[in-house]
């Protein structure tokens, strides 16, 4: 989802489905989707309160807006809750695994010996909220119209690289050169042969047989992922026929640069809707409320709830007072009001990092109306980065750039000695402590629980001075081949450094994580200066651009659950490329990022990943620092709710009111 990452402390409420990493077996079965997609089911035992109207479900949010319910161009969760309730994908995720997934508007799928070619098999019967069939070419124009209306206001730069190949995230590259990124006019006005050539690629890449009920993808080389990124909501399929008739893309290669870049303001989809799945659009009032409602022709058994109502409630005491009296079964808690809502749990659920799943739930006070849902790591991170290609000029940063006590010279963090010191001097047990109450847990390595790579035995960093003594000791920023606790003309170690560790300003979770790394360093050696700087944060994003900041903590909001989403950006990607990682270690990442992201068995995938995470670890490239968990509330008569991190809200489908 969009990264905005001044929202993350506040995201860890509700957890709804999950992402999926790594791939499902290629044979998907062809019967009705089981599990959690199936008919409703419960989560805990009956038990508890019960609620005085089980037929409608209300979520009181701070904020009820969305900006666009077009699929192809969605990108906040706001937006996308209504979207996974109102349309459906191909496949969908099985429950609260986090590698596995079901059919949903395909009955079955497979994918070629060679990785490339996946053909999927449309289910039948299957009609639209309007009354359209689906077919084979709602399915193959959908993803067809997606890649042409493009834009990086989108997330279409997902589905671009699987079809284009790594790099290629916009139609503006197969296009063009990508000059005309964003802008329609630039694109209209491109080569005519070249905008019927790139549309003729996509046509050709994803093609629909409407009698055999089959739609074939062909990607640019196997993709470990593809199956996790067309989960999501940019994968949804809508009605081509009534798409056309309310002012979309024609389905000519004629045509589709007009419709390039699209923005919300424009869309004509951005406030109605038309799919498939087990609610309607029945109202969309932003600022107050949204409702949807039962789909009674649904496809599979309707479901159970008949209404659903996300109302805005902007003051915190108003919700809080809903939920007392039962007028809401969920609501949005601030991290400040959790006092008030904990006495009032009835039930607990605590979530279990070995099995990655929650425990049963336990009922720990018969009188009190609220369930809790605690411990769920998050899907968004930060991580602390060091600059091994720090540029001098006009670097105020960097004191006197010199090894002299008052600066620190450009290859200061171009020693793997120096890198891992500071991995050593972070404390994360008091991180967590002091900023998250202890509501977090230390992040071990890039990617997150469930995700190929991911292992609670990869090699980390913990908190350990003495450890970060001796690796300072052993650096030799000087070049004359003695360490510098062994260097009688002087090194790092007997002449000290200063620096300074930037974070954006008004974050005050990454101020305290310079603090704590400051203060530790200083520890160590009194020689050892760190300064924080807060920048304005459009300052902190160019002075990172242009290699200035020595070290910073950089953050992270995954698009989908998936370790290439999250071992590309540190490495080779945008944060890579600001830390400046030498040619050295890039020649020896990317060959397994290749080879991870074009791997479809999970298993394999996790062997590659182990030793990039070995690599990342003997390099100290960056030091991961935790993981928020989930601490949130729901009424204890709302029953069969699906948990998992990556669903961008509730999935209303298996909830059911006791």
Request: charged share 20%; net charge negative.
């Amino acid at each position: 989802m969009r990264k905005i990452y001044a929202l993350l402390s506040l995201m860890v409420v509700l957890s709804m489905v999950l992402v999926a990493c790594g791939s499902t077996p290629t044979d998907a079965p062809a019967t009705d989707v089981p599990g959690a997609t199936d008919a409703p089911a419960t989560d805990v035992p009956d038990m508890g309160p019960s609620a005085a109207d089980k037929t409608t479900f209300v979520d009181a949010v701070a904020d009820a807006a969305v900006d666009t319910l077009d699929p192809a161009l969605a990108y906040d969760t706001a937006s996308a809750e209504v979207i996974f309730n109102v349309y459906e994908t191909l496949v969908f995720f099985d429950g609260e695994a986090t590698d596995k997934f079901v059919p949903q508007l395909a009955e079955s799928y497979e994918l070629s010996e060679d990785g490339v070619t996946w053909t999927f098999h449309i289910r039948s019967g299957v009609k639209f909220h309007e009354g359209g069939d689906l077919t084979a070419s709602d399915v193959a124009y959908s993803y067809q119209r997606g890649l042409l209306q493009g834009g990086y206001a989108s997330a279409q730069w997902l589905l671009a690289e699987p079809f284009f190949g790594i790099g290629n995230d916009d139609i503006s590259l197969v296009a063009g050169d990508g000059s005309c990124a964003d802008d329609r006019d630039c694109m209209v006005a491109l080569d005519p042969a070249a905008l019927l050539a790139a549309c003729e690629r996509v046509k050709t890449a994803i093609v629909a047989d409407d009698a055999a009920g089959t739609v074939t993808m062909t990607l640019n080389g196997p993709w470990g992922p593809f199956l996790p990124t067309i989960a999501q909501t940019w994968g949804a399929i809508m009605d081509s026929e009534w798409v056309m008739e309310n002012g979309g893309w024609d389905g000519s290669c004629d045509t589709w640069q007009n419709f390039y870049g699209m923005t919300s303001e424009e869309n004509p989809f951005s406030s109605i809707a038309n799919g498939t799945g087990p609610f309607v659009l029945e109202k969309l009032a932003n600022g107050e409320e949204i409702v949807l409602v039962r789909n009674d022709d649904y496809w599979r058994t309707p479901a159970q709830l008949e209404r659903i109502v996300i109302r805005q409630v902007s003051e915190w005491g108003t919700r809080f007072t809903m939920m007392q009296t039962g007028d809401a079964d969920t609501t949005d808690v601030p991290v400040e009001n959790r006092p008030q809502m904990d006495p009032l749990a009835g039930e607990r659920c605590e979530f279990d990092l070995a099995t990655n799943a929650y425990k049963t739930c336990e009922v720990v006070d018969e009188t009190q109306p609220f369930r809790l849902r605690i411990g769920r790591p998050g899907i968004a991170q930060d991580v602390i980065l060091f600059n091994m290609g720090i540029v001098a000029e006009g670097n105020s940063y960097i004191g006197s750039g010199l090894l002299d006590g008052n600066g620190i010279p450009v290859n200061f963090f171009l020693d793997v000695h120096m890198r891992r010191a500071f991995a050593y001097a972070f404390d994360h047990e008091t991180f967590i402590n002091d900023v998250y109450n202890g509501e977090a847990v230390q992040s071990l390595q890039l990617p997150l629980p469930g995700m190929p790579g991911y292992s609670l035995d990869t090699p980390h960093y913990t908190f350990d001075l003495a450890a970060s003594e001796a690796e300072f000791k052993l650096a030799d920023l000087d070049n004359d081949g003695i360490a510098a606790g062994d260097d009688p003309e002087g090194d790092v170690w007997t002449t000290g450094f200063r620096l300074q560790m930037m974070y954006n300003q008004g974050n005050t979770t990454r101020q305290i994580v310079a603090e704590i790394m400051a203060n530790n360093i200083g520890d160590v050696n009194e020689l050892f200066n760190v300064e924080i700087l807060g920048l304005p944060f459009a300052a902190y994003l160019r002075a990172q651009r242009a290699h200035l900041i020595p070290i910073m903590t950089g953050g992270w909001l995954e698009d989908i659950h998936d370790a290439h989403n999250w071992y590309q950006p540190y490495t080779v990607g945008a944060y890579g490329a600001r830390q400046g990682l030498t040619q050295e270690l890039r020649d020896q990442i990317q060959p397994i990022l290749n080879a991870g992201v074009s791997e479809t068995d999970p298993a394999k995938r996790a062997e590659i990943y182990a030793g990039l995470n070995q690599l990342y670890y003997d390099e100290a490239i960056g030091v991961p620092v935790v993981l928020t968990t989930s601490h949130g509330f729901t009424q204890r008569w709302v029953m069969g709710l699906i948990t998992n991190p990556i669903f961008p809200g509730t999935y209303y489908y298996t909830i059911y009111k006791q």
